[in-house]
């Protein structure tokens, strides 16, 4: 089993910061910024070991360029699997990406973790929030059925609160339905 330590954090860092270049988040910030924001939503929400160096490396394929087996070979299987698993698939748009990407990321409960954190991180940047809260009931379809609890339930609730969604019961008990608050009557 691959041990991750401060040393292998870093390294993964310098990797990913090497991998994206001189691309920009926001168009004005050095790509950096957000996996330094990944990173803290993962340790705010107490991660660590793999899925920090994952935190690192998320994008590292679909926009860096870096190869799944260069992953593996130096930060393991499972860390090259929760960035395979968040990395988009091919598509004619966002739509399609999305609808074919989803299915990928709910098969590794890990990756689950990593791409709440890649949301809740762009979306406290302030980044899409409109383009996320109307994603989000696929969204949470596609994987909150397959999320690790209680691990992921904190980020959940994080998610929707920063997108103004709240979940009430069903009346008849089939489970949460979602408001959106910020266009509800009377929210």
């Known amino acids: 089993m691959k041990r991750y330590d401060d040393t292998v954090y870093k390294e993964a ?3 990913a910061v090497v991998a994206h270049g001189g691309q920009l ?4 910030f050095p790509y950096s910024k957000h996996l330094d924001d990944v990173v803290k939503v993962l340790e705010g929400f107490g991660h660590s070991g793999r899925f920090i160096v994952a935190g690192y490396l998320h994008d590292a394929i679909e926009d860096g360029g870096l190869s799944y087996g ?3 070979k130096h930060f393991g299987f499972d860390v090259a699997e929760m960035v395979f ?3 988009d698939e091919m598509g004619r748009n966002r739509d ?4 074919k990407t989803l299915p990928k990321t709910a098969s590794n ?15 406290r940047h302030g980044g899409k929030i409109d383009m996320y809260k109307k994603e989000y009931p696929a969204f949470k379809a596609a994987l909150h059925p397959f ?6 339930s904190g980020m959940w609730l994080t998610l929707e609160q920063l997108l103004g969604i709240r979940a ?9 339905v979602f408001l959106n608050t910020a266009v509800a009557p009377n929210g």
Do not use: F, H
Not at 96 to 99: H, I, L, N, P, S
Not at 147 to 152: I, L, Q, R
């Open 13 to 15: 860092r310098q990797v």
């Open 25 to 28: 988040y926001d168009s004005i």
């Open 70 to 72: 260069k992953i593996k």
């Open 85 to 87: 698993c968040v990395t």
């Open 96 to 99: 399609e990406k999305k609808a």
């Open 109 to 123: 409960p890990d990756a689950i973790i990593l791409k709440l954190a890649d949301r809740i991180a762009n979306i």
């Open 147 to 152: 999320s690790p609890e209680p691990a992921a």
């Open 168 to 176: 009430m019961e069903a009346l008849d008990g089939s489970g949460p």
